[in-house]
Each structure stands twice: as structure tokens, then as C-alpha cells.
């Protein structure tokens, strides 16, 4: 089955770029869906960040838009997410997430990685 | 932007009571794109319901989602113990193309 796995820094210093891998296994990445990416601040709600297919199509929340850069490397099977200008308010546990185009809705799950935007 | 708007923010019951959580939208939803998810503290969200009333693989029939255009449903039959987490709902439509509702802490009472 597939699987997902995020992977990157855990700390980022204000003003600098937050960059995430997610590793898709069990699975190609070229197959008919949309991988996104959504984030979590501590206690707080889900907001989506973005999505690519493996064409490189990309979407993005106009809330993020100037910031976020998704990117897809089909021969290692995985995706990207760089947010730029960070800050404090970019602390989140961040998901990558599978979107199947006939559902639209987040099927499989990473498991998150937790990412503290300090100094 | 869609907002999706759930209610009630908490809900206290004991097991084996039903659970009856709402997600309304601010403009129509397509009734082919609002999920449901289970989320518990430290794990990812779990798809439970799709298509506003399609089960998810795996996802117990005590779990079923109803509704249409602005005002949609999550109802849990007959609570497990393992039921008591938070719920979000989830649409996909205009810019942005996803919007996930505040949520609903489900806790036992």
C-alpha cells in the first residue's frame, strides 16, 4: 500500500526557507492523483498549503501563494515543498497528503514532521 | 474562499451514544466533494467519509455523512471508545481549492 514519509529540517530561522520532502512508497508518484501539502499549528486547525501532479501542475492557497513553491522529482518518487520568509507563524506540523482526482479528498496521510520557525 | 463552519466546537457524551456533528458552508458545496476526517492527539488526520456519504476503506458503518448544498452531517451511531477525537470537515471547490472546517472535539463525558 502506499505510504508516505516527510522528511527535513525540524528548525528554521525566521526570515530563512523552510524546505520538506515527502517520499511516496508502494506507489508511483505518476499515478492518477495530487499530492499535497497541508499544515497544522500547535492546537489549532488544518489549512492546505498546495498541490502537484506528476506532470507538475501545481496549485496553491492564494494565502501562501508569494511564499510556496512546489516541485515533484518523479525519478526519485517524491515531492517538495520550499516556503520562503518564514516566521514564527509558519510553526506547524507539516503533512504531505495523497489526492485522488475522482475523490478530491486526502486519502493517505504522512505522519507529519514538526517544523519551529525560531532563532 | 469557502468557509466551512462546524458545530458544536466540543460534544460531550458517554460511549455508546450517538454523535451528531454539523459542517456548514458559506456557499454551496458539491455534495461530490466534502470529506471527513478523524484526527487524534499526535497522529495525521484519517479520511472517514467522501463524497459528503461514502465510507472510506475500512472505516466502520457505525461512521455514516449526509447532507447536501450548505449544511452537511457526520453522524457516529453508537460511540466506541476509540471514537473520541476531533472531526474535520473538508471541501474542494473554488480558490482555494480546499478548505477545512475549525473542527469538533468529540469527549467523553
Known amino acids: 500500500q502506499v505510504q508516505l514519509q516527510e522528511s527535513g529540517p525540524g528548525l528554521v530561522k525566521p526570515s530563512g526557507t523552510l524546505s520538506l520532502t515527502c517520499a511516496v512508497s508502494g506507489g508511483s508518484i505518476s499515478s492518477s492523483n495530487w499530492w499535497s501539502w497541508v499544515r497544522q499549528p500547535p492546537g489549532k486547525g488544518l489549512e492546505w498549503i498546495g498541490e502537484?501532479?506528476?506532470?507538475?501542475?501545481?496549485n496553491y492557497n492564494p494565502s501562501l501563494k508569494s511564499r510556496v513553491t512546489i516541485s515533484v522529482d518523479k525519478s526519485k518518487n517524491q515531492f517538495s515543498l520550499k516556503l520562503s520568509s518564514v516566521t514564527a507563524a509558519d510553526t506547524a506540523v507539516y503533512y504531505c497528503?495523497?489526492?485522488?482526482?475522482?475523490?478530491?479528498?486526502?486519502?493517505?496521510w504522512g505522519q507529519g514532521t514538526m517544523v519551529t520557525v525560531s532563532s | 474562499e469557502i468557509v466551512l463552519t462546524q458545530s458544536p466546537g466540543t460534544l460531550s457524551l458517554s460511549p455508546g451514544e450517538r454523535a451528531t456533528l454539523s459542517c456548514r458552508a458559506s456557499?454551496?458545496?458539491?455534495?461530490?466533494?466534502l470529506a471527513w476526517y478523524q484526527q487524534k492527539p499526535g497522529q495525521a488526520p484519517r479520511l472517514l467519509i467522501y463524497g459528503a456519504s461514502s465510507r472510506a476503506t475500512g472505516i466502520p458503518d457505525r461512521f455514516s455523512g449526509s447532507g447536501s448544498g450548505t449544511d452537511f452531517t457526520l453522524t457516529i451511531s453508537r460511540l466506541e471508545p476509540e471514537d473520541f477525537a476531533v472531526y474535520y470537515c473538508q471541501q474542494y471547490g473554488s480558490s482555494p481549492p480546499f478548505t477545512f472546517g475549525g473542527g469538533t472535539k468529540v469527549e467523553i463525558k
Open positions: 502537484i501532479y506528476h506532470s507538475g501542475s501545481t
Open positions: 497528503a495523497r489526492d485522488p482526482t475522482v475523490t478530491q479528498a486526502f486519502d493517505i
Open positions: 456557499q454551496s458545496v458539491s455534495s461530490s466533494y
